[in-house]
């Protein structure tokens, strides 16, 4: 598949052969000064054939990260910089040379500029310059109207700070890591490269694949897929068991293809679905997928997009260190973008933790806030399917519209269950962490979690169903004593965020978090239920 240039070199005639005495030069500061690197494009290495231990990576990485952060002055006091225009002065001969180079210069401070603005950072070498509209999408990298069209149709005016750099990271043919807060628009800055890659539906079999951790993430994704393509005939199907059952997945005739791992792994071993002609592929929630559970489906669909010239991406609001690691062992010369801080929950969400007490205290506590004030829709996470049927039938008899849903119920059942909170016919939803991650529920103003959540990250992305799209919203997390040795780690992220927090628990000694899941008392206070 056919690599872009950097774009950073777009339009410039830059002689190599000319100069290549000041390029070996460069070169070799590179390996000993560890500096930002301007001239790389012209020779890519490959990083898989280096040697690298794990640690090294990382250091190179924190460096690279730093860089990226401290933004444009890092280029105006780069030796680098300085060595470059004394050499040019004392040769007139290299006058271009010069110019070419103030160019770049004044082209990678406008791109730091603008990071700057959107709390854009980003590692690796010859990052694509950030979007600066939409507009730059057909000024610089030909999108066709239809897309732009939907944008505007969908209301989208100005891209969010992911969209303006995964985009045309993605477009300059890079791999990338991208981890920006909940709602803020990952999908659409993975899905419009992907479209404007493929250009048109064609009869090759599947070219792209976006994996997502649920059922329904892969649906919602396809929808918004459809959305996005409205107006270009391609092929975007969702990986269901009826399609598995009903097609013959050999001849399948589908430019784009969602699936959860496990589906697709399937679909790969036992009907013979063939990747291998994958041009791009995304893991959204990526630090998910690479949870233990998922991590042999996800080795299998990796290894079945056999493409030499794949382009994989990696989107989520929250991804550790190690995700990032064992990602890279597959990933080529990836960059890696990041919109604020790392795992950071979102700052349009506004965090509280609530003492209950007990198991009962938290019951009555929903039910005095209910009472006092229901602004729905409201979501309320749970730890287990068991806990989340108890809850439903203490709710189901308090005159509000509640809905459930957990992995006990069936596809169609979780899909009429969704179907009815988005349509607003059920206010109330209580969940699992099932819909957890991902979902984009508009206008959800509350999430309660009533039992606290099993990690930091399930945290972020439990109330990250709220203050989406430049929304506001609200977050109240329930504690009992049970969870009081874990509240710093969520303090942590409250405080992050910009949220207020007690000093007491600031002051409390930070755990090292394994997955919390305490056994509760039963929720149940309706004897014939409790006993049946
Ligand atoms: N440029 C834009 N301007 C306004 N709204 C947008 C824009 N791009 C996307 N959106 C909207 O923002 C909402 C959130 O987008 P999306 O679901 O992609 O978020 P996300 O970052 O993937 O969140 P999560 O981490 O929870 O999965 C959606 O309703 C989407 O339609």
Redesign the pocket.
């Known amino acids: 598949m056919e690599k872009i240039a950097s774009f950073l070199f777009a339009g410039t005639s830059f002689n190599k052969k000319k100069y290549a005495d000041e390029i070996t030069r460069f070169k070799e500061k590179k390996e000993t000064e560890n500096e930002v690197d301007y001239l790389s494009s012209f020779e890519r290495v490959n990083p898989g054939s280096e040697e690298v231990t794990a640690s090294k990576k990382k250091r190179k990485r924190k460096q690279a990260a730093s860089e990226a952060v401290e933004g444009f002055n890092v280029f105006k006091s780069s030796k680098k910089a300085l060595v470059i225009s004394e050499e040019n002065k004392t040769d007139e001969g290299e006058d271009n040379l010069s110019k070419e180079k103030k160019k770049i210069n004044l082209k990678l401070e406008a791109d730091s500029i603008l990071r700057k603005q959107y709390n854009i950072h980003v590692s690796g070498n010859n990052v694509a310059s950030p979007l600066k509209s ?1 507009a730059d999408l057909s000024s610089v990298y030909g999108c066709e109207s239809y897309l732009l069209h939907n ?1 505007s149709e ?7 700070p ?2 303006r750099q995964a985009i045309p990271v993605l477009l300059s043919g890079r791999e990338c890591f991208a981890c ?10 993975f899905v419009s490269p992907m479209l404007m890659k493929l250009k048109h539906a064609s009869t090759e079999g599947v070219r792209a694949v976006i994996l997502c951790p649920t059922r329904e ?1 892969a649906a ?1 994704t396809t929808r ?1 897929c459809k959305k996005l393509a409205e107006g270009n005939k391609f092929y975007i199907k969702l990986l269901t068991k009826k399609l598995i059952r009903s097609t013959d997945l050999t001849k399948l005739r589908c430019d784009i293809l969602i699936s959860t791992p496990l589906r697709l792994s399937s679909a790969i071993k036992k009907r013979k679905l063939d990747l291998s002609r994958v041009e791009y592929l995304v893991l ?2 990526s630090d998910k997928l690479f949870e233990l559970g998922l991590i042999k489906q996800i080795d299998s669909v990796v290894k079945a997009c056999s493409n030499p010239s794949i382009i994989r991406s990696l ?3 929250t991804l550790p260190d190690s995700v990032e690691e064992l990602a890279r062992t597959i990933m080529h010369d990836a960059v890696r973008v990041i919109i604020g801080r790392k795992n950071t929950a979102s700052e349009s969400v506004n965090q509280k933790l609530v003492f209950a007490g007990t198991e009962e205290g938290k019951l009555l506590a929903l039910r005095q806030s209910f009472q006092e004030r229901l602004n729905p829709p409201v979501l309320i996470f749970v730890q287990s399917k068991e806990r989340a049927k108890e809850l439903y039938e203490e709710l189901k008899f308090d005159n509000i519209r509640v809905g459930v849903i957990h992995s006990d119920l069936s596809e169609t059942q979780r899909e009429n269950v969704v179907n009815d909170f988005r349509a607003g016919k059920t206010w109330v939803l209580i969940a699992t962490d099932v819909i957890a ?4 529920f ?1 206008g959800v103003n509350c999430v309660i979690n009533y039992d606290f959540p099993d990690s930091a990250a399930a945290y972020i ?1 439990r109330i ?2 709220s203050g ?3 929304r506001t919203g609200e977050a109240i997390t329930f504690y009992t004593e049970d969870d009081v040795p874990f509240l710093r780690n969520i303090a942590n992220v409250m405080a992050a965020s910009g949220c207020e927090v007690p000093s007491w628990i600031m002051a409390l000694r930070k755990l090292r978090w394994k997955k919390h899941r305490p056994k509760r008392e039963s929720i149940l206070t309706i004897p014939d239920v409790a006993e049946e």
Not at 437 to 440: F, V
């Open positions: 939409f944008f969908l209301g989208f005016k100005e891209p969010t992911i969209q920006a807060p909940t709602g803020s628009g990952k999908t659409l800055a993430l919602q918004e959204d929630e989107f989520s609001a991650r991902g979902m984009d508009k992305h990250g169903r989406r799209a430049g």
